[in-house]
């Protein structure tokens, strides 16, 4: 099974967008998804409710709050996500972090955003997985508009971060519509889909390699 934490201390940046969108692509390629919501607002168990009927790829949520998820996942289960609540730190993520194979931090470019990831990021590197490198943890640029000043900005600091950056997202309103249906982007084939869809090749392959990695170790 490939285990998978969507996290950050900032609210607002997409965690669920990111964790939904992974497991539809899971569910679509025939893998076992299952998304466990640690937030209590529940947008990915509503979304995953959603999907179960609109689709035959379906993805199983599970809600985590309560820390009976565990018990939970069929044995059959091939992809774990874990969407996190706004205002996570690593040390209130402990459980979860040590049984995970890779960490995303989505961060927005703006000021504040990237001020709070850094917290974040900071308060993770203290974090006994990040010294013997059996974590594998990503960065995702989301929403970024390639034209405008402060997208540029914000990548080029994040460049000089010391986590990589799997994935530059751009803005686009194609996944509030896809929220309210219960699909993601890897749902459809057709010409437009699939040029949103290019940015997120990096960061699935990736994921890919650090699952077989995990495996190795």
Known sequence: ????????????CGKST???????????????????????????????ERRALSTAAPVLGLQG?????????????EWLLFDAPAGSQPATLKAVIERVDALLVPVLPSAFDLEATAGFLDAL??????????????LVANRVRANTQASQRALAQLAQWPYPLRAELRDSQSYVLLAALGKGLFDYDNEAVRAQAEPWRPLLQWLSRSHRTARRG
């Open 1 to 12: 099974m490939h285990s998978v934490l969507v996290a950050s201390s900032k609210g607002g």
């Open 18 to 48: 990111i964790a939904t969108q992974l497991a539809a692509w899971a569910a679509v390629s025939g893998r076992r998804a299952v998304l466990v919501d640690l937030d209590p607002q529940g947008s990915s168990m509503r979304w995953c």
């Open 65 to 77: 709050e309560d820390g009976r998820w565990q018990r939970r996942v069929p044995e059959d289960a």
């Open 125 to 138: 590197s203290t974090h006994k997985r990040l010294a013997d490198r059996s974590l594998s943890v990503g």
